[in-house]
């Protein structure tokens, strides 16, 4: 039973790209805003990204201009590409809906490091 599924992560060196995909239930998805978040080692969890379901995207300050969020309603995914990673980067990140959590997935672990 799906419910929330991420994947995409890995290690990377400084600069690099990554693509990280969620597949969510049907439940959690439809008509709700989703956002990316992650959580470094000693650090609360932040969000990062997150997009309506009608398209409208917001971004952490120190992720702008480089991370990108997108969603497809039909297929109940949301993915974020992020360019330019930066050593700071690194954490687990986690999709999920915004406001109203689900419970949360295992995650995916990125590692920016030469």
């Known amino acids: 039973q799906v419910q929330l599924v991420e994947s995409g992560g890995g290690l990377v060196q400084p600069g690099g790209s990554l693509r990280l995909s969620c597949v969510a239930s049907?439940?959690?998805?439809?008509?709700?805003?989703m956002g990316w978040y992650r959580q470094a080692p000693g650090k609360q969890r932040e969000l990062v990204a997150h997009?309506?379901?009608?398209?409208?995207?917001n971004y952490l300050n120190s992720v702008k201009g480089r991370f990108t969020i997108s969603r497809d309603n039909a297929k109940n995914t949301v993915d974020l590409q992020m360019n330019s990673l930066k050593p700071e980067d690194t954490a687990v990140y986690y999709c999920?809906?915004?406001?109203?959590?689900?419970?949360w997935g295992p995650g995916t672990q990125v590692t920016v490091s030469s």
């Open positions: 049907t439940s959690i998805f439809r008509f709700r805003t």
């Open positions: 999920n809906r915004v406001g109203e959590n689900a419970s």
């Open positions: 997009i309506t379901s009608g398209g409208t995207t």
